[in-house]
Every structure is written in structure tokens, then in C-alpha cells.
């Protein structure tokens, strides 16, 4: 169902990868919805995955930028001001890498150098974006920003490994930048927290598909997919939440305010009868 809630904005979408990436299902909700935005992923990313259908199917052109260099935001930013025909009105930033979980290093033995890769691509790079966007003046005023992000910022996940600490990292850049592009160009700028969602980042967590049938069973709405989080970034995106900002937002179907459900609990009392 489509509201036209979107109609007339202009933004920059990053991290769609394949049909199942959060950004790619974002992207095509805010077609539907009248948005008009720049696709724009890593060129490694472009290479691995198939972003030139979902730029075909949504009239939208795509550019490459490494999300760590000041240089392609820069450049980013400016082509996508002349292709769209103006200031932007909404940013999706939907990146996230560990080098460590990638190569199953455990939270106790990192590669420091991994560590730093994996905090500039999954955290850093949020500030630059924002740093570019803000310096070239090129966000609309009543503008908003989005970054995806994870509730192992707040509490233990073991095996999601040092993401968790980039997490915390992105979502604090969230509240102190928001802070300055609130007052100094009426932008907001939020997180989305989101249940676990079966995409290639997702799945590259180690037990994931324990973890996701976990994160079901303990949410009384079950677990939020990557459509609905598309469609709670266009409520976000949309003037329905302007007064919105500096929040770090669970989307996660209620898991982050469960102690224990009933399905848990059955579970656990059927292990110990074994
Ligand atoms: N899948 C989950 O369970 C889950 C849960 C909560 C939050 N998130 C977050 O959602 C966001 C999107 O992830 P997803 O689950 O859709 O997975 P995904 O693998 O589809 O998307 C991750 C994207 O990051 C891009 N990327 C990696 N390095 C980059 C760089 N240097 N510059 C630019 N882009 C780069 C990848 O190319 C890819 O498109 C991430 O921030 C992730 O941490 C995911």
C-alpha cells in the first residue's frame, strides 16, 4: 500500500546489496511512496551484489563510495545534489563489517587492525557522512537521517563480537551530531535498532539462525523483517515525525522489554525434563 508519504523528498540510500539487504527493501518502499534517491554501496559491495536491477526497477542511478573515504562521500554527495535537482531530504545510512566475525575471530583474541577496519566502515563512516553532508550544506531543513543499528550496543551478545562496540559507537555519533544538525539546520538524526533479519551481514554472525529463532520466541510480535523496517524508516523519512530526533528506536517486535516468554520458558522446561 503505497501513501505518497515520501513525495517530493530526494536521498541517498546506502547498502543495498541484494534483494534480501534492509537498504534494498527501503529502497523500494520509498519508490512506492514517491521518493526519488541515489543508490550507493561500496565498489566491492556493487561487485557482489545485483544493486543494478534494484536501480532499474526504482529509475534510480547508482554511485559507488567506500563509505570510510572522505573523498567519494564528497563526490557522492555532490552528483547526487546535481542528479536529484536539489538538496537532499533523507539519508539511509544501512553499512555495517567486521573483519573479525568475518574471519571468526573471537572477542577475546581481535586483530586491532580488523577492529579499527570494522569500526571506520560500520561507525566512523556515519560521522563522515554526516560531517560531508553538513559541511556542503546540503540537507534540506526538516530533513532526516537514518543508521541501522543493534541491541548488543546496549547488552551482551557474545558472538556479535566486536559489532557490538561499533554499535555503540554509531549510535552515540547519531545523538551528538543530531544534536548540531537539529540546531543548525532543523535535521534529525535517529537509529533504528533492529531484530536480527536474515540478510548476508546478519547471517555472517556466528548461531545465527539459533539466535533469530531465539529473538521470535521472546518477542510477543515476533521478529520485525527487513519490509517492516523499511517501512518504519519511511515513517521516519516522512513530515509524520519531525519532532523526532537523537533516539536510538527498538524495532524489534518488543524483544528489547522481555525478560522471558512463554514460548522461552516452555522451551527450557521441555530441555530439562531430558
Ligand atoms: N541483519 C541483521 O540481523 C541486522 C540487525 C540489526 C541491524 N543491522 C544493520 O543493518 C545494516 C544493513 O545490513 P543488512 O543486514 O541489510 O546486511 P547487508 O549485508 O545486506 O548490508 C550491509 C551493507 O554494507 C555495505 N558495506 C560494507 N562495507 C562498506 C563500505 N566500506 N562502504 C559502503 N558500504 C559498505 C555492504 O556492501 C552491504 O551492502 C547494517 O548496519 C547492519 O549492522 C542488521
Same mark, same amino acid.
Given at each position: 500500500?503505497?501513501?505518497?508519504?515520501?513525495?517530493?523528498?530526494?536521498?541517498?540510500?546506502?547498502?543495498?546489496?541484494?534483494?534480501?539487504?534492509?537498504?534494498?527493501? *527501503?529502497? %523500494?518502499?520509498?519508490? =512506492? =511512496?514517491?521518493?526519488?534517491?541515489?543508490?550507493?554501496?561500496?565498489?566491492?559491495?556493487?561487485? @557482489?551484489?545485483?544493486?543494478?536491477?534494484?536501480?532499474?526497477? *526504482?529509475?534510480?542511478?547508482?554511485?559507488?563510495?567506500?563509505? /570510510?573515504? %572522505? %573523498?567519494?562521500?564528497?563526490?557522492?554527495? %555532490?552528483?547526487?545534489?546535481?542528479?536529484?535537482?536539489?538538496?537532499?531530504?533523507?539519508?539511509?545510512?544501512?553499512?555495517?563489517?567486521?573483519?573479525?566475525?568475518?574471519?571468526?575471530?573471537?572477542? *577475546?583474541?581481535?586483530?586491532?587492525?580488523? /577492529?579499527?577496519?570494522?569500526?571506520?566502515?560500520?561507525? @566512523?563512516?556515519?560521522?563522515?557522512? @554526516?560531517?560531508?553532508?553538513?559541511?556542503? =550544506?546540503?540537507?534540506?531543513?526538516?530533513?532526516?537521517?537514518?543508521?541501522?543499528?543493534?541491541?548488543?550496543?546496549?547488552?551482551?551478545?557474545?558472538?556479535?563480537?566486536? @559489532?557490538?562496540?561499533?554499535?555503540?559507537?554509531? =549510535?552515540?555519533?547519531?545523538?551528538?551530531?543530531?544534536?548540531?544538525?537539529?540546531?543548525?539546520?532543523?535535521?534529525?538524526?535517529?537509529?533504528?535498532?533492529?531484530?536480527?533479519?536474515? /540478510?548476508?551481514?546478519?547471517?555472517?554472525?556466528?548461531?545465527?539462525?539459533?539466535?533469530?529463532?531465539?529473538?521470535?520466541?521472546?518477542?510477543?510480535?515476533?521478529?520485525?523483517?527487513?519490509?517492516?523496517?523499511?517501512?518504519? /524508516?519511511?515513517?521516519?523519512?516522512?513530515?509524520?515525525?519531525?519532532?523526532?530526533?537523537?533516539?536510538?528506536?527498538?524495532?524489534?517486535?518488543?524483544?528489547?522489554?522481555?525478560?522471558?516468554?512463554?514460548?522461552?520458558?516452555?522451551?527450557?522446561?521441555?530441555?530439562?525434563?531430558?
Amino acid at each position: 500500500m503505497s501513501y505518497n508519504l515520501l513525495k517530493g523528498k530526494r536521498g541517498i540510500i546506502f547498502g543495498a546489496l541484494d534483494e534480501n539487504s534492509i537498504a534494498w527493501k *527501503t529502497a %523500494e518502499r520509498v519508490h =512506492e =511512496e514517491g521518493g526519488i534517491f541515489v543508490l550507493s554501496n561500496a565498489p566491492i559491495g556493487m561487485r @557482489m551484489g545485483n544493486i543494478d536491477q534494484l536501480a532499474a526497477k *526504482t529509475g534510480s542511478q547508482i554511485i559507488p563510495a567506500d563509505a /570510510t573515504s %572522505e %573523498e567519494d562521500l564528497q563526490n557522492l554527495i %555532490e552528483k547526487s545534489m546535481e542528479i536529484l535537482g536539489g538538496k537532499i531530504d533523507f539519508v539511509l545510512h544501512s553499512i555495517g563489517m567486521s573483519v573479525n566475525v568475518r574471519k571468526g575471530k573471537a572477542y *577475546t583474541d581481535q586483530k586491532y587492525d580488523w /577492529t579499527q577496519k570494522g569500526t571506520d566502515v560500520s561507525a @566512523m563512516s556515519f560521522h563522515k557522512v @554526516m560531517q560531508t553532508l553538513y559541511k556542503n =550544506e546540503a540537507m534540506n531543513e526538516w530533513g532526516s537521517i537514518v543508521a541501522l543499528t543493534y541491541m548488543a550496543a546496549q547488552r551482551v551478545f557474545p558472538d556479535y563480537n566486536d @559489532m557490538a562496540d561499533n554499535k555503540a559507537y554509531l =549510535e552515540s555519533v547519531a545523538r551528538s551530531f543530531g544534536y548540531f544538525f537539529g540546531r543548525d539546520h532543523k535535521v534529525r538524526v535517529n537509529t533504528i535498532s533492529q531484530s536480527p533479519t536474515a /540478510t548476508t551481514a546478519g547471517q555472517g554472525v556466528k548461531g545465527f539462525d539459533g539466535f533469530i529463532n531465539y529473538a521470535e520466541k521472546m518477542s510477543p510480535l515476533g521478529n520485525a523483517s527487513a519490509l517492516d523496517c523499511a517501512n518504519y /524508516t519511511v515513517s521516519l523519512f516522512s513530515d509524520l515525525t519531525r519532532k523526532v530526533t537523537l533516539q536510538n528506536l527498538f524495532h524489534d517486535g518488543g524483544f528489547s522489554n522481555m525478560g522471558v516468554s512463554d514460548a522461552v520458558m516452555e522451551a527450557f522446561e521441555k530441555g530439562q525434563d531430558k
